[in-house]
């Protein structure tokens, strides 16, 4: 089992930057793909990016891509996520979750492949 805990969430003006930041415990970190996920009100969770726990290979959604990085250090067994140009429309709760059985070598965009998740950080663009 493990425990995720989200930081680094706030309130930013569009076109600024924010670094969120995925805490695991546990030493089987580097068994699991992780993903970023985001809720925004009234609407459901969807996929942001992901990271493979073979290969580390990452996958993004298309509304992020080019401007989000995700990034994981399995020595510190945390997960990352740069967000840059932020815009108004990525304000949500963001969420990192991991999966042990899902597919190895890409990271899944379906949350319901991912067994565990943290409780989210608020992120807010103000424009």
């Known amino acids: 089992q493990v425990q995720l805990v989200e930081s680094g969430g706030g309130l930013v003006q569009a076109g600024g930057s924010l670094r969120l930041s995925c805490g695991a415990s546990?030493?089987?970190?580097?068994?699991?793909?992780m993903g970023w996920f985001r809720q925004a009100p009234g609407k459901e969770r969807e996929f942001v990016a992901g990271?493979?726990?073979?290969?580390?290979?990452?996958t993004y959604a298309d509304s992020v891509k080019g401007r989000f990085t995700a990034s994981r250090d399995n020595a510190r067994t945390t997960l990352y996520l740069q967000m840059n140009s932020l815009n108004p429309e990525d304000t949500a709760v963001y969420y990192c979750a991991a999966d042990k059985r899902g597919p190895p070598l890409r990271a899944s965009v379906r949350p319901d492949v991912y067994d565990y998740w943290g409780q989210g950080t608020q992120v807010t663009v103000s424009s």
């Open positions: 990271i493979s726990r073979i290969g580390g290979s990452t």
């Open positions: 546990g030493r089987t970190f580097s068994n699991y793909g």
